[in-house]
């Protein structure tokens, strides 16, 4: 069956390190991926697609790779800030649908 | 553009009752989705809309639970008779062919007592 994995349900790092959230998938050949981020009573909102044939993405502090032979997503968020702290999704396009991970949560530490 | 507008915010009900959410979706995004969100199960996808007419509904878990799109610029999904396990927030969210950002409201959360 279709499966997404997000690496860990919470991560908690310090205050400007390097976040990096692994998103793995099984039985899929996505056309696209892209990550969501999610604060507390709100919905998710857009952060960033990549293609099938990009390798990696970038936005300001935020760069996603994806590698279609591992089948493995990475987002990173370098010199994080506390207001980086929510939860990170990663969905994959298939056709018209968006199958969605379960999310990590992130939490920054001042 | 106001965004996607979900309603109620919040729905607290009873056990047997019956739950109508709504969604205004944005001015011309021809596709609609209805998720359920919970922490077990994380965000799942429930049905989908293109241009009204409802497209893939395998993740409408029962016959408890069903979903319209009378127009453009509405959609309901109604549960009856709602149970204590339909408690989650429930999210709209649409899109614009070729688009494929998800543009999501904000949610109804709802507890079923």
């Known amino acids: 069956s279709q499966k997404i994995e997000q690496n860990s349900e919470a991560l908690n790092i310090q205050e400007g390190k390097t976040a990096t959230l692994t998103c793995n998938y099984t039985?899929?050949?996505?056309?696209?991926l892209q990550w969501y981020r999610q604060d507390p009573g709100r919905g998710p909102v857009f952060l960033l697609l990549i293609r099938e044939n990009e390798k990696e993405k970038r936005k300001e502090r935020l760069k996603v790779t994806f590698d279609t032979t591992l089948k493995q997503s990475l987002f990173h968020i370098t010199a994080s800030q506390p207001a980086d702290s929510a939860t990170y999704l990663c969905a994959l396009d298939l056709m018209e649908k968006v199958t969605f991970g379960t999310g990590t949560k992130l939490q920054v530490i001042p | 553009d106001a965004g996607v507008i979900q309603s109620p915010r919040h729905e607290v009900t009873e056990m047997g009752q019956e739950v109508t959410l709504r969604c205004k979706p944005i001015s011309g995004h021809d596709y609609l989705f209805w998720y359920r969100q919970t922490m077990m199960r994380g965000l799942e996808l429930l049905i989908y809309?293109?241009?009204?007419?409802?497209?893939?509904d395998s993740g409408m878990p029962e016959d408890r639970f069903s979903a319209k799109m009378p127009n453009a610029s509405f959609s309901t999904l109604k549960i009856q008779p709602s149970e204590p396990r339909d408690s989650a927030v429930y999210f709209c969210?649409?899109?614009?062919?070729?688009?494929?950002?998800?543009?999501f409201g904000a949610g109804t959360r709802l507890s079923v007592l």
């Open positions: 969210a649409t899109y614009r062919r070729g688009g494929n950002i998800q543009y």
């Open positions: 039985n899929y050949s996505p056309a696209y």
């Open positions: 809309f293109n241009n009204n007419v409802p497209i893939d």
